[in-house]
């Protein structure tokens, strides 16, 4: 058994699931017990199970089966120990029960893993006393100081499998598909599986977009007989000057979803027909991709690796093909967005996808 300054650990995955969730757990669990003999306890719900005292110890076979299962075993919330809902509805902070039932437990350090909200989260548990690691986890892909976050590649798959399908379909009736994808107030999951499934528009909040520009693209393909347009929406875009004031957007009907706003939009602009496809919570769900399976279990044992190091208040960011670590101030409360100069953008642009813009 390899030395560890660190003797026992809780591990809590919050915020949205992701695929990958699972094989992290599994990557620092096994790394930890195996390599360094750390004791691990899996703490339930997110912070909800720190401030409820939903823990346990995680055996050998708790830790056994996981790599190819979605979701995650140790549940989540969206719980923040600063806004703690009772069940009175009274919104209280709770940081410093977390912070006590951290010392109840024993724990050395607390492993969350986590998005952008729980990484904030991880940093004020800092500034209450815990010892805190997190690992990046989102199909956002948004947390700032690392490549990539696991989630991120099967999200991207699962998008673009869509768009593959979605193609034969809008061939056939002569249609424009848009199809919405998540991703919060960033683009990266529109984008990459937008330029990976050939989308022929691609819209995301870095670039404000222009419906009539995306209407004479869609025109021009018509023009010259592609019977069929793809177009890729962010779940966060927006039109230049917002939807806010604009009525034609507003009065758009069935529901809020902006592929519904911008679909109405292209079918009077364009008189072609339009259909809407948000793909919704199936990219959050099922088995991970190897690529993801790869990250999470390189930075679950990159985590080990620190722990026994005794270095805590970081997160395990991917870097190259490697990986570092980063404090948490320099992550807590930063969102990584697409820089307009990604290769990804200006390859696109090259074989003519439409960005909206220009
Ligand atoms: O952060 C992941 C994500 O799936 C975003 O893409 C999306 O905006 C949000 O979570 C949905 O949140 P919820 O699971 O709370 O509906």
Redesign the pocket.
């Known amino acids: 058994m390899a030395e560890s300054k660190t003797r026992r650990i809780g591990i809590l995955t919050a915020?949205?699931d992701?695929p990958g969730l699972n094989a992290a757990i599994r990557g620092v669990g096994k790394a930890a017990k195996g390599e360094y003999g750390i004791e691990v306890l899996g703490i339930f719900d997110g912070f909800a199970g720190l401030i409820e005292k939903r823990w346990r110890e995680l055996g050998w076979d708790d830790l056994s089966g996981l790599l190819t299962q979605g979701g995650t075993m140790l549940r989540t919330s969206?719980v923040k120990p600063h806004k703690y809902e009772r069940e009175d509805g009274e919104v209280v902070d709770m940081t410093g029960a977390a912070h006590e039932n951290y010392r109840a437990m024993g724990l050395d350090c607390l492993v969350c893993l986590g998005?952008g909200g729980t990484q904030r989260n991880a940093l004020a548990l800092v500034e209450a006393g815990c010892n805190v690691l997190t690992l990046p986890k989102?199909?956002?892909n948004d947390i700032a100081k690392t490549d990539v976050c696991f989630g991120f590649d099967t999200a991207v798959t699962i998008g673009t499998e869509a768009i593959d399908r979605l193609h034969s379909t809008a061939d056939s009736h002569r249609r424009i598909m848009v199809l919405e994808l998540?991703?919060?107030k960033t683009g990266w999951?529109a984008l990459g599986a937008g330029v990976a499934g050939g989308a022929d528009a691609i819209v995301i909040p870095e670039i404000p977009f222009d419906i009539e520009v995306v209407a004479e693209s869609i025109r021009e393909r018509d023009r010259r007989g592609k019977r069929f347009s793809i177009v890729a929406v962010a779940?966060?875009a927006e039109p230049r000057g917002g939807f806010v004031d604009d009525d034609r957007y507003r009065d758009a009907g069935e529901g809020h979803h902006v592929a519904t706003r911008v679909a109405r939009r292209l079918e009077t602009l364009t008189e072609l027909e339009a259909r809407v496809t948000v793909l919704g919570?199936v990219?959050?769900g099922g088995s991970p991709t190897p690529t993801d399976r790869l990250l999470a279990t390189k930075l679950g044992g990159a985590a080990a690796q620190l722990l026994a190091a005794g270095e805590y208040n970081v997160m395990v960011a991917a870097r190259g093909e490697g990986w570092t670590a980063v404090p948490l101030e320099k992550v807590a409360g930063k969102r990584r967005t697409v820089p307009l100069d990604h290769e990804w953008i200006t390859a696109a642009r090259l074989i003519g996808t439409c960005f909206g813009d220009e």
Do not use: A, F, P, S
Request: proline content about 0%; aromatic content about 6%; charged content about 25%.
């Open positions: 915020g949205g992701c969206r998005g989102t199909i956002d998540m991703g919060n999951l779940e966060g919570y990219q959050r």
